[in-house]
């Protein structure tokens, strides 16, 4: 099977609800999903559950390993589980076949030849200006950080927050081309966000590089991790998109 017949089978797999609803559950836990656990928030039984999580690592869609129980080690921890990961493989489909990936490297490529710096200075500069354009589309009377995360999902950045309060980003929607040209996407990233953030008028709000496996290269944190509002009214060290 070629890879645009694969890609559609895979993505036409998800069309059935049961296994869509498995996928994004999967796709949403920041760790290994095991079955049960798939099957109660689904609310399926297990063997279901089995069934259509098997069948979604045979797709490509995820992918599967072994882990026992946590806290549970030696000889009588048990059986090691089967858990469900989302599989770092990208499908697209697009009828007719279209190129933008490539377009996308060859301009990547040709600003990474400019030793001058002035093709990286115009980018930035553009996905600042794209940043800012964003903020202008936010829904007013909620907080910045709201606000931050709530477009950066819209975008397919997969905003979620650690256990310390920072904002990370599971997804980087240029994953294939950051693999080439890292420094470039990232840096492409960072000011994209940096203009998100000016034009909520959010100056608690930072956004800095912190890259790890996984995830995108950018953290977003704010001074006062704990302010939030969503009445349209400023809690100190936070802002909101009122502009009130």
């Not at 190129?99 to 030849?113: F, K, M, S, T």
Request: hydrophobic content about 35%; glycine content about 10%.
């Amino acid at each position: 099977m070629d890879g645009d017949q694969s890609s559609l089978t895979a993505v036409s797999s998800l069309e059935d609800p049961v296994r869509a609803r498995l996928y994004q559950i999967v796709s949403a836990s920041p760790e290994p999903t095991g079955r049960d656990e798939a099957a109660a928030a689904a609310g399926i039984g297990r063997p279901l559950a089995a069934y259509h999580l098997d069948r979604l690592v045979e797709l490509g869609l995820l992918t599967a390993s072994y882990q026992r129980p946590q806290g549970r080690t030696g000889p009588g921890a048990g059986r090691p589980a089967k858990v469900y990961s989302r599989s770092d493989r990208e499908f697209a489909v697009t009828v007719p076949a279209r190129e933008y990936e490539l377009a996308a490297r060859l301009l990547a490529a040709a600003v990474e030849r400019d030793t001058a710096g002035r093709s990286r200075t115009a980018l930035h500069h553009a996905a600042r200006q794209h940043g800012a354009n964003l903020a202008g589309q936010s829904r007013p009377g909620v907080s910045a950080r709201q606000a931050v995360q709530a477009t950066l999902a819209g975008h397919g950045f997969e905003p979620c927050r650690d256990k310390d309060g920072t904002i990370r980003l599971r997804n980087c929607p240029f994953h294939q081309l950051a693999a080439l040209h890292t420094d470039l996407v990232c840096g492409m990233n960072l000011a994209l966000i940096d203009g998100l953030i000016d034009g909520l008028g959010a100056p608690a709000v930072h956004a800095y590089l912190d890259p790890g496996p996984g995830r995108c290269c950018v953290a977003i944190t704010t001074k006062d991790l704990a302010a939030e509002t969503t009445t349209g009214e400023t809690t100190e060290g936070e802002t909101t998109t009122g502009w009130s």
